[in-house]
Each structure stands twice: as structure tokens, then as C-alpha cells.
């Protein structure tokens, strides 16, 4: 009985003991001094920031303070969702409070240094407090506020035992343009509604405030018209294809034309509201008069051509000859006809309800690519010429966009086109988007045009961003770096004249929404900070060091992002006796490149690279991957030799 008493004596023991480190166990997470220690990752950089002395520790009970305002009741939202969904903290929402958490203050006198959209935002060892001139200003400091938060915080789900605590700051923030935009094409592949609500939700957290779509392409017109049904029963379906857009074989006519989709005006409007409440400007494009085979497609009359009536939306085959550089010659006539009164009849029903769906001032009307072949054999468009004195081709698509913009106006709004509509003179109230180099964007400005710079050098997302053989094959390529180095506003500019820059965008080769967001991230990074932040705030090696941070942000928060920074960039060349040199060059500093020539996998271990090595005479295949210490940092990377011979021809 005596053992059977001490047997029962020492389990109870245990278990308190047991119970008691279960209740003594220390939260997960940094201490005040690795806190402090840690270097602060916003991105885009604010235009001040102060790290002081100490942390802030979020309590059990979070309290927001901020007076009753629709207009606050988005990054109300915003901060509660985020910081009780990960935290599992009980948030409330007070119009007056003793001790509150986080305060948001709307100033009763405007802070002229902030404008309408920046902010202040103080992190201190008892309390946070955000103030702004403007609910959008509270909204961008939300977001910064969200960024001083552990990486843990992007969690969809709970996470234990974590003590959240910030780093103390004092930040003044805001931005250097208006406009900061992100083109979003869901013509060549149609996103649904929500995709494109994930898209805002994405881009505003880099406070970005214009998405740009573009609604109306070869490969599907995606806007509801009414009174224009076939727009939308035919011209918003395709053949469904997947593997090299620009490389598919015709469909054939017994292929379902299912693949596709189209926004009805009341999903229209509920974009618009979605993006206003996170303080998101809607831009709309309808791209006239070239790209416009979908248009076509469904109202054949509106065509120089009397074969578009055989015309069907673009799936993806080749439909341009791009081989004599621009304008391309056509394959099949994809423009609208300048010369046909139809055709403006039918701009005029369509604008008028664009301009009464989006409440944004612009309307863009594309205007870039527009080939001519057609035009120029065209009696119409001779006739045309003739009737106007109009001397070259050019100045018809000139007249196209004067009588294109009066139709915008007449409906309140202002017309926006792409830098091509310079080429055969302009009206001087068009707002140009310059895409193809800074040039013309310098030019528009300086002749006193609105000007957005979005130059296909910086700004082009659809471009490939690291190897070839890692990306899906696009005609160029943009690293991040590269991208980073996007000045929306050079020296020799008239400034006033330059309202925005944006990022673009384009889908051919992006047939999902995971793809989209490769492409994005980190590039738009970049972007936002060349949009946002004092010039003399970029550099390069912190913004790495901020990136890193955010990938771990992006993972927790699973939205996808392309690692190529941790890929080398390769080049190749002959040596004076011809000999094949391979050139590996890291993006960023910190990395060891390992390679083999001999079919095996390469680790740390492996021969490092130091100088352009020469392959094998014999090898077939060179293997690359990069190191940081001992860790795999970059893809395990796979070229053939063969490959590599024909990049140095």
C-alpha cells in the first residue's frame, strides 16, 4: 500500500511540474532587443522614418479610436480583420476611448506637407497612432503600419503563442505622384470579378491607387454594352488554348468557342465601388482602332475589309507580321475602318455608358499598333484623305483619335491614348500613356500634355525577369533591377506636365491568376517605389533587403512571387579563338554560384564560380543553383550546351 501511496505521491508530482512549465512556457517571438535590433521593411520607402528606442507590445484587447466616418470605415476594416485574424486579439472599434490602442485622426486643420494621401504614423511604447489630412492618407498608413507588424501577422490563420511586438517609429510619408497605376490586361485571358478584387487587394498594400484595365483586345471584348449584344455573345469567346500564345494553330471551325467571359455593368459597378473603398481609381481602355478584331468579329460592317464577315475572335494564332518592326503588317484586318461613319456611331454608344460606369476622369482609347496595310488599299480611306487633306497614314489615324476624343469629351470625361497618337499630330487636350520609351513621354510633357510614363525599358511586367529557361518565352526581358531604376519624372521633363507613372501588365503568355501574381512580384515593388518615394530615398542594396522581407510576407500571406533575384543572369561569348565563355552574374549581392557540366545535381560542394568558364568538349548539359552560406538560395537551373552555342551566334 505504502509503494502503491508513493507510486501515486510522485505522478502527481510530475504532472504539476508538467503543468507548470506549461504555464510558465514563454510566448514565441522576438525579444524587445531583436526587435529593435531589426531593420524596418516598408516598401514603398517612406519619405521619413525614425527608428526610436523601444517596442510596442499589443495587448489582449486591441481598441481603434477614430471618429465616424464612411470614409475611415475601410482601414477600420482593414487593421481589424488583419490584426485578429493571425493575433486572435479581441479588436473594438470606439469613437472616444481613455487608453486607446491605435488611434486614426483626421487633422481639423489640413498638414500642407501631407497633401491628400500621406500620412503620420507614430509607434510608441504605449500607443499607435496614425493622422492624415484625408481617409486615404489614414488607409496608406494603415498599410505601413501592417508592414511594421512580424512577418506572422499575414497568416489566414491563427497563430499561438506569439508576442506581437512592433518597433517604436516616427514616419511622415507621402507620395510622389498621383497617379500610381498598375495595367491589368483581361482581354487576352478573362479574369472573373473576384480575381480582379484580389488584384486590388494585392496592389494596394504597395499603395498603388489606379488599376488600369484593359477591357477590349483581338482575343475578347469583356464589357457589357447594352444594345450592343453580339459585342458579348460573340465577341468575348475564344477557342481555348494552352502552350505558346502567338504560336497556336487556327481553330478549326468545329472547335467550341467557350473559352473567355465578360463583366456585366452591374459587375462593373461593383468593381468600382470595391476599388473606391480602398481608394482605387478605375481607369477604363477600349482599345481603337487597331486591336479591335473582337470588335469586328461581332459587327463586321464596322471594317474597311468586306472578308471580316469570315473574321473570328483571335485564339491565340499568329495575326501580325512583326518582322518589318512597327506599325506591323496585318494578316487579317483587325482595325476599325477611320473613314466609316458607323464606326463612330458605334464608339459614341459605347463611351457613353463607359463614362457612366467608371467615375474616373479618363477614358483611354488606345491607340497604339494600329497597322495600316489595309488602310492604305482602302477606296474608303483614299476618298477620306482626299475629302480632309490628309497626306499620309498617320495623319488618318490622327483624324481618328480628334473625332474619338470629341466623343469622350462630349460625355464629360478626358481622353487618354498611347504614345502613338503623337505620330500624326495630336489635339492638344489628349493625355498621352508613353510606352514606348521615355522619349515620348518627354516630348508629350513638354509640348503641355498630361502625361503617364509606363516605358516598356522599366515598367513592362509581362516581360521575362529571369532566364529564358525559367520563364515563359516573351520577346524581352526586365529584371528587377532594372526595373527599380524606373525614374517617372528625368530631369528633362516639365514636371507639372508628368501626372503619374504605372506598370503594365499585358496577359498573352499568363493564362492564370497564380501567373499574375509571379509576374507582379517583386517587380511591382520596384514600380511602387519609383511612384511613390523621393528619388533620393531609392537604393538598391536596402530595397533588397526590404524585398526578402516582404517574400517571407508573400508566403505566409500565399501569394505567389518570382524568386528570380536568387538566379544568375547568363551570357554568353566567343573567346579570340572561338572557344564558347559563360558568363553567370548575380542580381544581387551574397551569392555563391555553384554548376556542373557532368549531369549531376550541383550543391555547395560543387566547383564555385569565379571567372566565364568554358564547357567540356564533351558536355552536353550546364547545371547552376546559388547559395547563400550554406543555404540554397536560387532555382536549380538546367541549359543545354547546345542552347548556349546558339545565344553566341
Given at each position: 500500500m505504502k509503494k502503491l501511496i508513493l507510486m501515486i505521491s510522485f505522478c502527481i508530482a510530475v504532472a504539476?511540474?508538467?503543468?507548470?512549465?506549461?504555464?510558465?512556457?514563454?510566448?514565441?517571438?522576438?525579444?524587445?532587443?531583436?526587435?529593435?535590433?531589426?531593420?524596418?521593411?516598408?516598401?514603398?520607402?517612406?519619405?521619413?522614418?525614425?527608428?526610436?528606442?523601444?517596442?510596442?507590445?499589443?495587448?489582449?484587447?486591441?481598441?481603434?479610436?477614430?471618429?465616424?466616418?464612411?470614409?475611415?470605415?475601410?482601414?477600420?476594416?482593414?487593421?481589424?480583420?488583419?490584426?485578429?485574424?493571425?493575433?486572435?486579439?479581441?479588436?473594438s472599434v470606439v469613437n472616444n476611448a481613455?487608453?486607446?490602442?491605435?488611434?486614426?485622426?483626421?487633422?481639423?486643420?489640413?498638414?500642407?506637407?501631407?497633401?491628400?494621401?500621406?500620412?503620420?504614423?507614430?509607434?510608441?511604447?504605449?500607443?499607435?497612432?496614425?493622422?492624415?489630412?484625408?481617409?486615404?492618407?489614414?488607409?496608406?498608413?494603415?498599410?505601413?503600419?501592417?508592414?511594421?507588424?512580424p512577418i506572422e501577422i499575414e497568416s489566414k490563420e491563427l497563430i499561438d503563442n506569439r508576442k506581437w511586438r512592433l518597433p517604436c517609429v516616427d514616419v511622415v510619408d507621402y507620395p510622389k505622384l498621383g497617379w500610381r497605376g498598375l495595367m491589368f490586361?483581361?482581354?487576352?485571358?478573362?479574369?472573373?470579378?473576384?480575381?480582379?478584387?484580389?488584384?486590388?487587394?494585392?496592389?494596394?498594400?504597395?499603395?498603388?491607387?489606379?488599376?488600369?484595365?484593359?477591357?477590349?483586345?483581338?482575343?475578347?471584348?469583356?464589357?457589357?454594352?447594352?444594345?450592343?449584344?453580339?459585342?458579348?455573345?460573340?465577341?468575348?469567346?475564344?477557342?481555348?488554348?494552352?502552350?505558346?500564345?502567338?504560336?497556336?494553330?487556327?481553330?478549326?471551325?468545329?472547335?467550341?468557342?467557350?473559352?473567355?467571359?465578360?463583366y456585366t455593368q452591374d459587375d462593373i459597378k461593383e468593381l468600382v465601388q470595391y476599388a473606391q473603398e480602398r481608394f482605387v481609381n478605375i481607369l477604363p481602355e477600349i482599345d481603337v482602332p487597331g486591336h479591335s478584331l473582337a470588335i469586328i468579329a461581332s459587327y463586321p460592317e464596322l471594317s474597311c475589309t468586306p472578308d471580316a464577315v469570315n473574321y473570328k475572335v483571335r485564339s491565340g494564332e499568329k495575326i501580325m507580321d512583326w518582322s518589318r518592326g512597327a506599325p506591323p503588317i496585318a494578316l487579317v484586318d483587325n482595325t476599325l475602318c477611320p473613314a466609316n461613319e458607323k464606326v463612330y456611331n458605334f464608339l459614341d454608344t459605347v463611351i457613353t455608358q463607359i463614362a457612366q460606369l467608371f467615375p474616373f476622369d479618363y477614358i483611354h482609347m488606345g491607340g497604339d499598333e494600329a497597322s495600316h496595310n489595309f488602310w492604305e488599299k482602302n477606296d474608303q480611306v483614299k476618298a477620306l484623305m482626299q475629302r480632309e487633306n490628309l497626306k499620309t497614314i498617320p495623319q488618318v489615324q490622327a483624324y481618328f483619335e480628334k473625332r474619338v476624343e470629341q466623343i469622350v469629351m462630349a460625355k464629360g470625361k478626358k481622353f487618354m491614348g498611347w504614345d502613338e497618337i503623337l505620330d500624326g499630330g495630336v489635339s492638344p487636350t489628349a493625355a498621352v500613356m508613353s510606352w514606348r520609351g521615355m522619349k515620348y513621354g518627354i516630348q508629350a510633357a513638354n509640348d503641355k500634355h498630361n502625361v503617364v510614363m509606363s516605358p516598356t525599358e522599366f515598367a513592362y511586367l509581362d516581360y521575362m525577369q529571369a532566364d529564358v529557361v525559367t520563364e515563359p518565352r516573351v520577346y524581352a526581358s526586365l529584371r528587377l533591377n532594372k526595373a527599380y531604376q524606373f525614374n517617372p519624372v528625368p530631369a528633362s521633363v516639365n514636371a507639372q506636365y508628368v501626372i503619374g507613372g504605372q506598370a503594365n501588365l499585358w496577359t498573352e503568355q499568363i493564362f492564370n491568376f497564380r501567373q499574375v501574381q509571379y509576374m507582379l512580384w517583386p517587380r511591382a515593388f520596384a514600380i511602387s517605389e519609383s511612384v511613390w518615394s523621393p528619388i533620393e530615398k531609392k537604393n538598391w542594396t536596402n530595397f533588397v533587403q526590404r524585398t526578402e522581407e516582404h517574400f517571407k510576407r508573400l508566403d505566409l500571406a500565399e501569394t505567389k512571387y518570382s524568386p528570380a533575384i536568387y538566379d544568375p543572369m547568363i551570357s554568353v561569348k566567343r573567346s579570340p579563338d572561338k572557344q564558347l565563355m559563360i558568363e553567370l552574374t548575380p542580381e544581387i549581392d551574397g551569392l555563391d554560384i555553384y554548376y556542373s557540366f557532368d549531369n549531376s545535381t550541383p550543391d555547395r560542394f560543387y566547383p564555385k564560380y569565379t571567372a566565364a568558364i568554358v564547357p567540356p568538349k564533351d558536355a552536353s548539359i550546364l547545371r547552376i543553383i546559388t547559395y547563400k552560406g550554406k543555404q540554397p538560395a536560387g532555382r536549380l537551373i538546367s541549359i543545354p550546351v547546345t542552347d548556349l552555342q546558339k545565344r553566341s551566334r
Open positions: 504539476n511540474l508538467y503543468a507548470q512549465n506549461i504555464v510558465s512556457e514563454p510566448e514565441i517571438g522576438d525579444t524587445e532587443s531583436t526587435v529593435s535590433q531589426t531593420p524596418v521593411a516598408i516598401i514603398p520607402e517612406p519619405v521619413s522614418l525614425m527608428k526610436k528606442t523601444g517596442t510596442f507590445t499589443l495587448p489582449e484587447n486591441v481598441i481603434i479610436q477614430a471618429v465616424k466616418s464612411a470614409e475611415l470605415k475601410q482601414s477600420i476594416t482593414f487593421l481589424s480583420d488583419r490584426i485578429g485574424t493571425s493575433t486572435g486579439k479581441f479588436v481613455t487608453h486607446p490602442t491605435i488611434k486614426l485622426i483626421l487633422n481639423s486643420q489640413a498638414d500642407p506637407q501631407l497633401g491628400n494621401e500621406g500620412y503620420k504614423l507614430n509607434v510608441n511604447p504605449t500607443q499607435i497612432v496614425i493622422t492624415a489630412n484625408k481617409p486615404a492618407g489614414i488607409f496608406w498608413g494603415a498599410q505601413s503600419l501592417i508592414q511594421l507588424f490586361d483581361v482581354a487576352r485571358h478573362f479574369f472573373t470579378k473576384d480575381e480582379v478584387k484580389r488584384f486590388i487587394d494585392d496592389m494596394v498594400r504597395y499603395k498603388f491607387n489606379l488599376l488600369h484595365l484593359h477591357l477590349a483586345d483581338d482575343e475578347g471584348w469583356r464589357i457589357e454594352i447594352k444594345g450592343l449584344p453580339k459585342l458579348t455573345e460573340v465577341g468575348a469567346w475564344s477557342v481555348k488554348k494552352v502552350g505558346t500564345f502567338g504560336d497556336f494553330v487556327p481553330p478549326t471551325a468545329d472547335e467550341p468557342r467557350t473559352y473567355g467571359g465578360f
